[in-house]
């Protein structure tokens, strides 16, 4: 049994839009490390998770890319009145989803790095959104099994962090359309119809600088 998240100071809500965008990215490349960051609105005691903007699945490590990236996305912030509220990764080994603690993966400590990163550029609340790529996982076996309707609001594919104090750690939130299954409905139509091949990061958009990538149509 997982380890329930701890109750929260900051208070965390991720629109449905935001949710499908980063599991679309992670799906993707199922066998890359992806990330993303989060843009929204905060007020005292709550962030709001409007959009997740999908950043890179083969460069993460490399700070001159990030810097390159986040010079856009502030742009786009201003002309869009968002803020950027967080930061989204999906570890490429499915085994290893943990983010908080002393003891990460190699790719985990780089998704701290950046998110330490936001947070002191911010100097205000932010969260991080990990993909749990197991429960993804079974998020797809309730659907094709058929028993999604009791089971499903238990798992949302996502671990939600805020900081407390020098450590970031998991809290409960809440993800729109999770809890009566008809987010992670709407993922499976989504992946059917092939939108996650259709979903632009910004590694794609320098290699063909036409797609554009600091807003989709893949999620409506």
Known sequence: EKPRPRKMGVKVQVKQGAYLTSLLHALKYPSASVNGVLLGQRSKGEIVVE?????????????????????????HCKTKG??????????ATHDQNKFA????????????????RIYDTEKDECCVMIVDN??????STLLKSGSSNNNMGKY??????????????QVEGTVEGVE?????????????????????????????????????SVVA
Request: aromatic share 6%.
């Open 51 to 75: 959009q997740a903007v999908p950043l890179l699945h083969a460069h993460l490590a490399l700070a001159p890319m990030m810097d390159a990236a986040f010079a856009l996305v502030e742009e």
């Open 82 to 91: 968002l803020k950027v509220v967080g930061y989204y990764h999906a570890n």
């Open 180 to 216: 009566d299954g008809t987010a992670q409905a709407e993922l499976q139509a989504l992946v059917t119809r092939g939108a996650h091949r259709e979903l632009t990061d910004f590694d794609n958009h320098l290699d063909d600088a036409s797609r554009g990538w600091l807003t989709t």
């Open 156 to 169: 949302s594919g996502v671990a939600l962090h805020t900081k407390n104090g020098s450590s970031w750690q």
């Open 134 to 139: 197991k429960e993804l996982e079974i998020i």
């Open 101 to 116: 603690g002393a003891t990460i993966s190699p790719s985990m400590a780089v998704a701290k790095r950046i998110a330490d």
